[in-house]
């Protein structure tokens, strides 16, 4: 915060931006709470007229059945034939609203004794209560009622697996009543199946939400589930197509059916979310076999809230807009002195020093600051000056002794890799001197027997006339190789015999050389040899290139590894030409040493070689027009690359 102004703000309306917003948070997490506590309170009341319905129904069902055990048409209709029997309890069924009514004998009860209701019943007392009929009892009593009872089970998010597909069984007021007409004794039984009894889902839902506030048109809902699905209600799946079918939540299923408690809270159903009641249903046996649920949409009341944070906050930042601007102006006759003094240090800091406050006309201890600050301002100007002028003197003098230190350092520096590279190739010139020496004389005896073998033998050597003429070939090379040292030391005395080569015929020749190296290891040799243009070089160079990289591959990847050949077409700064590289699955060169592997002498294997390999190599391809080059692959191991430019059109149609 770098303004005064702002700070000054912030400083004034602290308290407002700080205790208003807490105030308001504590207002509406409490109207929140009662808000919220006032839905679950009406869900509550809902939930217990649903309740009450639901057991008038069984009620009036056991009062109808008993007036009619006994009533005078019921004894008459007993004595009657079967067929005027019948008629009778189907004219009774259909007027009483039952979906069965049937009359059984006391001889007759002990096979349906299971039934609490008819055990009751033959005891003499009447009762009611609600029980599940599986299918093939309903399909005793009418395939309708069967047909009727089976809905076919929809996937249903957030509730409990499960591997069934159909609900068959039944939700039935089952009644029983004791009858002792003349003559007859038994119970009379009767029963409403609740599943796809819409009438008796709606008229819950008309005598809960009367009103449009929680109710209104699809908002309130009443279901009635046997277990935990949905066999009668009025929650939409679609559009117009009742939810018939569908599970309730794991959550709400866990509370109600498992612990036996009541559901007052917020609960997904089928595709929204709803304020929900759950109450369970016990049978006639106390075992609990599905739930009472009213419910309606929370979307409604959420939407209010939310338009109430709003309305709220908007007020607040009102509140806001209106203070803020009333207080600047209130503040003005601070903030302006304050910011001039402001503008005139940045007028200062920017480079001009002679700007100044002046006379703001104010008396107090903002004026009295701004004339010690130009005062300061004065002060400031003038050693300014006085640094200027020292700095300007002081830099001449650095320059001159700079211009004569960098000059001193360029000579040092020009001697000093005079002297460095004197003495590598005085080293080089002895150490050719000695090797050329050491090398003749054993390579001079080696020639000389294998002419005397020639001589001796004559006609003879057919049969190794092969391995003599390599024993030639390769003295000629080492003579070749003695002669390359002293061109590396002084190349101004030698000029190469070039040709025009296709790399991947030297690179078999090569192969064929190191066999000997290869063959006492592990190493498994692939070649992939690419198109690659002709190049123009010595082949004995860069026979000798390949194979002293072969062989220090070879040394790097120890007992076993895999060398790799690989030529192709390659271009550097517009110039096409062939890419020739030897990759192994050794260690790699050191990091730090990767820029230092062509220096003379340069060698990982002290005490082994004279580590002139690399740094001859690169000689013989520079000279070639080429460039050699070493990396780390991504894969481990060390690659060497030669590049070669490709031999010039003349040169390939002379030959």
């Known amino acids: 915060m770098s303004s005064v102004r702002l700070r000054l703000l912030i ?112 005891g003499g007392r009447a009762a009611t209560a609600l029980d599940i ?23 249903t998010e957030a509730a409990v697996p499960t591997d069934r597909t159909t609900e068959d069984r039944g939700m039935v007021v089952h009644g029983a009543s004791p009858v002792s007409a003349p003559g007859h004794r038994g119970v009379l039984v009767g029963g409403i199946l609740l599943n796809r009894n819409l009438q008796f889902i709606d008229t ?49 299923r866990g509370a109600v059916l498992g612990d036996g408690e009541t559901w007052l809270a917020r609960a997904f159903v089928v595709n929204d979310w709803y304020i929900s009641g759950y109450l369970p249903i016990r049978d006639s046996f106390g075992d609990r076999i599905g739930m009472l649920y009213v419910g309606f949409l929370e979307a409604p009341f959420t939407a209010q809230k939310r338009a109430a944070y709003f309305w709220m906050f908007a007020a607040f930042a009102a509140v806001l807009l209106i203070s803020a601007p009333l207080f600047l102006r209130l503040a003005k006759s601070i903030f302006a002195p304050l910011e001039r003094m402001t503008q005139t240090m940045r007028r200062v800091e920017s480079g001009n020093l002679s700007a100044r406050i002046g006379d703001i006309g104010a008396r107090d201890e903002i ?58 190739l005085a080293s080089i010139g002895e150490i050719t001197a000695g090797v050329a020496h050491e090398i003749n004389n054993p390579v001079a005896v080696i020639q000389g027997n294998v002419d005397v073998i020639r001589d001796v033998l004559g006609g003879k050597t057919l049969p190794v006339e092969t391995e003599l003429a390599l024993i030639d070939q390769q003295v000629t090379r080492i003579d070749a190789i003695v002669g390359k040292l002293l061109q590396f030391a002084r190349p101004g005395e030698f000029s190469g015999f070039e040709e025009t080569i296709a790399l991947p015929p030297v690179l078999t020749d090569c192969l064929v050389l190191v066999d000997h190296v290869l063959s006492r290891k592990a190493i498994r040799v692939e070649t992939h040899f690419g198109d690659a243009p002709r190049v123009r070089i010595d082949p004995g160079e860069i026979q000798q290139v390949v194979i002293n990289l072969i062989v220090n591959a070879t040394q790097a990847m120890g007992e076993k590894g895999v060398l790799t050949l690989v ?48 740094s001859i190599s690169q000689e013989l391809v520079q000279r070639a027009g080429g460039l050699i080059t070493v990396e780390n692959h991504a894969s481990g191991g060390a690659e060497f690359c030669v590049w070669l430019p490709e031999a010039d059109a003349e040169e390939l149609a002379a030959e």
């Open 11 to 122: 400083l004034a309306l602290l308290p407002l931006i700080v205790l208003m917003p807490f105030l308001l948070l504590l207002g509406m997490t409490r109207w929140t709470a009662d808000y919220d506590a006032l839905l679950i309170a009406n869900v509550e009341s809902d939930l217990r007229i649903a309740e009450q319905y639901l057991a008038q129904i069984v009620e009036s069902t056991g009062s109808d059945l008993e007036r009619l055990a006994e009533s005078t048409d019921f004894a008459a209709a007993l004595s009657r034939g079967d067929a005027a029997r019948a008629g009778f309890f189907e004219s009774r069924r259909a007027a009483l609203g039952l979906d069965f009514l049937y009359y059984l004998p006391q001889a007759d009860t002990a096979a349906q004794a299971r039934w609490p209701v008819i055990d009751a019943a033959s």
């Open 133 to 155: 009929f599986s299918g093939a009892e309903l399909e005793a009593l009418s395939p309708t009622l069967a047909q009727r009872a089976r809905i076919e089970l929809i996937e």
């Open 204 to 252: 819950i839902n008309a005598l809960v939400y009367l009103n449009a506030v929680t109710g209104g048109e699809r908002q309130g809902t009443a279901t009635l589930f046997l277990d935990d699905v949905r066999v009668s209600t009025n929650v939409r799946l679609f559009e117009d197509v009742r939810a018939l079918g569908t599970r309730v939540s794991a959550v709400v």
């Open 367 to 424: 004026g009295t600051v701004a004339a010690h600050l130009d005062s300061l301002l004065n002060q400031v100007q003038d050693r300014d000056q006085r640094l200027r002028a020292y700095a300007e003197d002081l830099n001449a003098r650095v320059e001159a002794r700079t211009a004569e230190l960098r000059e001193a350092n360029a000579k040092l520096e020009t001697t000093y890799r005079q002297l460095v590279m004197s003495e590598k």
């Open 567 to 614: 030529t192709g077409t390659e271009s550097r700064d517009g110039q096409r030409g062939a890419v020739l590289c030897v990759r192994d699955t050794g260690p790699g060169v050191p990091d730090e040493k990767l820029s230092t592997v062509f220096d003379p002498f340069f060698t990982t294997k002290l005490g082994q070689g004279t580590g002139l390999g690399l």
